[in-house]
């Protein structure tokens, strides 16, 4: 069994990477938001970086798995990373190192890592753990990270190849284990180990298994909603997203997100506050609001060319706060579009 971190070393952790500074930005963002502020006094305490936008697997409903053409596509440099950290360092609670791509394939992985966490930021990533070695396993728990999502969708091969495209299940299940491993050994041991099983109408048979072989094993598990195609999700309604990628979508209502007979999304919802919580910026700087959003043509500005903190008040930024609350605006932005289609589905 893994070394779980214990509820102090979780609570040393997150107290940790708090200040005054990061608590006012969070509450500030509560309160901007409820009085509809669109020219914000705050900055967001946690933001997605993307390492870079290159997998090693072919997930059907994911455009990086599909070699989408409508991107360029490529690694964050590091001097770049160090750059937006060093501009943000103070404001920032969380940073995930991951958005459309496969993280351990950037070389400057751990030094990332490294890098916020030595400036009191938590950090989180996001894999499929395709690729690991003794070394790397050991050097990622030396560098500080909070958590590692684990993606694997399936207890055996015939399920998780059908999804994990290029991926091998016994690879995953083996370099789980290394990691739980080198968890249970490092002397700190604050390293949360969480494997993310999305049920799909293929593997909605083996949710319950999974939670048992994670429990043998001694990582925990999060049973997530699988989503429809991701580079489409915010464009189109539920019924057409429904109508295309009917044959994934589980049949059980505990794990679908959609109302099948209605053809809709189970979650009502006419709003979105994520514009003034968190934000994403792209392995090329580009900043977008959220990590539905795939292409760089909906960018907010660039973090490298202008800095963050002058894109966070842009005029396509306030332009977006503006349409989600309903204030009269004339610039439409990638949050109008999802807005009209009722936002994500998930």
Request: glycine share 6%; aromatic share 10%; proline share 3%.
């Amino acid at each position: 069994m893994s070394k779980k971190p214990s509820l102090t070393s979780r609570i040393r952790e997150e107290v940790r990477v708090l200040s005054f500074r990061k608590i006012y930005n969070v509450l500030m963002g509560a309160f901007q938001l409820r009085i509809k502020n669109s020219k914000v006094f705050f900055m967001p305490a946690r933001i997605s970086i993307e390492t870079g936008n290159i997998c090693n697997l072919r997930c059907p409903l994911c455009p990086t798995g599909r070699m989408d053409k409508g991107v360029e596509r490529g690694f964050m440099d590091f001097e770049k990373y160090k750059q937006i950290i060093d501009e943000l360092k103070n404001d920032l609670i969380l940073v995930r190192l991951y958005n459309w791509g496969e993280p351990l394939l950037n070389k400057n992985l751990l030094p990332m890592i490294k890098y916020a966490h030595e400036r009191n930021i938590g950090v989180t990533i996001s894999t499929n753990l395709n690729i690991l070695d003794m070394q790397t396993a050991r050097t990622l728990m030396d560098a500080g990270l909070q958590k590692i999502f684990i993606s694997c969708n399936g207890i055996s091969d015939e399920t998780y190849d059908k999804y994990h495209i290029g991926g091998k299940y016994s690879n995953v299940m083996d370099n789980m284990r290394l990691l739980i491993e080198e968890q249970k050994k490092h002397p700190k041991g604050i390293t949360r180990i969480i494997w993310l099983f999305h049920v799909f109408h293929h593997n909605e048979h083996e949710v319950e298994p999974a939670v048992e072989m994670a429990n043998k094993i001694g990582a925990e598990i999060r049973i997530n909603k699988m989503r429809t195609d991701m580079g489409k999700e915010i464009f189109e309604t539920a019924e057409t997203a429904i109508k295309r990628d009917r044959e994934w979508i589980p049949d059980d209502p505990k794990y679908c997100a959609f109302d099948l007979e209605k053809k809709e999304s189970r979650q009502k919802r006419n709003s979105c506050g994520i514009p003034w919580k968190e934000t994403v910026i792209n392995w090329e700087g580009s900043v977008l609001p959220c990590c539905s959003v795939y292409e760089e043509k909906y960018t907010f500005g660039n973090a490298f060319e202008d800095g963050f903190k002058k894109v966070w008040n842009s005029e396509a930024y306030m332009a977006a706060r503006k349409e989600l609350v309903d204030k009269h605006n004339t610039l439409k932005t990638v949050c109008h579009i999802c807005k009209s289609t009722g936002f994500t589905h998930f």
